[in-house]
C-alpha cells in the first residue's frame, strides 16, 4: 500500500484527486494510512494504469519532470532492433536517461554476473521507493519480455532504509534484499545478457496495449535453466543431490524446477546422469584414482550407487569401461 500511497502524493502535488484511480482499482482511500493493508497484482496494475493516464505521467511523479503516455513505449521500441539482451538494455538505460535526469541506469557486468544499476541524481523525497521499484520492476519485466524468458535474481539492492513492509520484497523482486547501499540494483546471471531477442514490432504493439502486468507479475518460463541445472550439477555435485538443494541453489521450489524443466523437455534426473556420466567418464580416462574417489567426484553417495548407475548408462562396470 505504501507504493499506492506515494502515488497520491503525486496526485496532491499537482492539485488533483486520486479518488477515480483508488475506485478503479477497488482500493478504500482509508486503507492508504493502514501500514499493513495490501493489494493484489491486479489492483496494483489498475491503479497505476490509471494514475498514468490521469497525470499523463509514467513516472508517477518520482522524476524531475513528467514522462507522459508512451514515453515507455518509445524506449522499447528503440531497443527492439539489437541483436541481443544485452545490447537491448544498454540501449534502453542510455535513452532513458534522455528523457529523465532524475536517475541514472547502467549495465553492468563483473564475470558471470550481471547487474542493472541506479543511481539517484535527485532526491524523490517520499516517492523514492516507488521511483527505484517502479524502475527495477519495469526494466526487469521488459528484459523478460524481450527473451520471453524468466530471468532469476540473484540479488537486489535498494537506497534507503527497510521499509515497515519489508516482507513484501520477495513478493516484489524474490531474490535476497539489501537496503541502505548506495545505489538500487538488481543482480542476475550475465548469460541472458546473450540471448536474443524474440520479440517483432507487432509483439510490441501488441504489448503496449497492456504493458503493466510486465511489471507486476513475473514471467514462469527459463530459457537458461537448463543450462543453469547442467552447471550447478557439474561444479557442485556434493551440494545439489536432490531437488530441494538444487532449488535452494536457484533461488526457487523444487516444485517449480521441475516443471519449470519439463516445460523445457526436460527432467532433473536426465540432466544428473547426462553430468555425472561425464563427470565420471572424464575422471576413469584422464586419472588413476580408486573406483570410490571417482564415485565422489562424480557426485554420488557411495560407491555402490555409482557402479549400479554405471552399469545402467555402458551395460560395463567403471572398471571394466576404464581397462577397455
Not at 557439474?234 to 526457487?252: G, K
Amino acid at each position: 500500500m505504501a507504493l499506492v500511497k506515494a502515488m497520491a502524493l503525486a496526485y496532491r502535488a499537482r492539485g488533483m484527486d486520486p479518488s477515480n484511480a483508488l475506485a478503479q482499482a477497488q482500493i478504500p482511500p482509508a486503507d492508504l494510512n493502514d501500514p499493513r493493508a495490501r493489494i493484489t497484482a491486479a489492483q496494483m496494475e489498475a491503479v497505476s494504469y490509471a494514475a498514468m493516464r490521469e497525470l499523463d505521467d509514467e513516472a508517477l511523479g518520482c522524476f524531475e519532470r513528467a514522462l507522459p503516455w508512451g514515453s515507455y513505449g518509445l524506449l522499447g521500441r528503440a531497443s527492439l532492433s539489437a541483436p541481443t539482451l544485452g545490447v537491448a538494455l544498454k540501449r534502453w538505460c542510455r535513452h532513458h536517461g534522455l528523457l529523465a535526469e532524475a536517475v541514472a541506469l547502467n549495465v553492468e557486468t563483473s564475470g558471470e554476473r550481471a547487474e542493472i544499476v541506479l543511481r539517484l541524481h535527485h532526491d524523490p523525497g517520499p516517492l523514492t521507493e516507488l521511483c527505484v521499484v517502479s524502475v527495477l520492476r519495469n526494466i526487469h519485466g521488459l528484459a523478460a519480455w524481450f527473451v520471453d524468458s524468466r530471468i532469476p535474481l540473484l540479488e537486489a539492492r535498494f537506497p534507503y532504509a527497510p521499509p515497515p513492509h519489508v516482507d513484501a520484497y520477495p513478493v516484489l523482486f524474490d531474490a535476497p534484499a539489501r537496503f541502505g547501499t548506495d545505489e538500487g540494483a538488481i543482480a542476475f546471471d550475465a548469460r541472458y545478457l546473450a540471448l536474443p531477442l524474440r520479440r517483432d514490432e507487432a509483439a510490441m504493439s501488441q504489448l503496449l496495449q497492456r504493458a503493466l502486468p510486465l511489471t507486476v507479475r513475473s514471467y514462469r518460463r527459463d530459457r537458461l535453466l537448463v543450462q543453469r541445472v547442467r552447471q550447478l550439477l557439474a561444479s557442485q555435485p556434493l551440494d545439489t543431490h536432490n531437488a530441494d538443494d538444487l532449488a535452494a541453489l536457484l533461488h526457487t521450489s523444487a516444485r517449480t524446477l521441475h516443471r519449470q524443466l519439463k516445460e523445457e523437455g526436460a527432467s532433473l534426473q536426465a540432466l544428473k546422469d547426462e553430468v555425472r556420466r561425464e563427470r565420471a567418464s572424464q575422471w576413469l580416462l584422464r586419472t588413476d584414482r580408486p573406483i570410490k574417489q571417482v564415485a565422489e567426484a562424480a557426485g554420488f553417495r557411495n560407491e555402490k550407487s555409482f557402479i549400479r548407475a554405471f552399469r545402467a548408462w555402458t551395460g560395463q562396470s567403471p572398471g571394466e569401461w576404464r581397462r577397455r
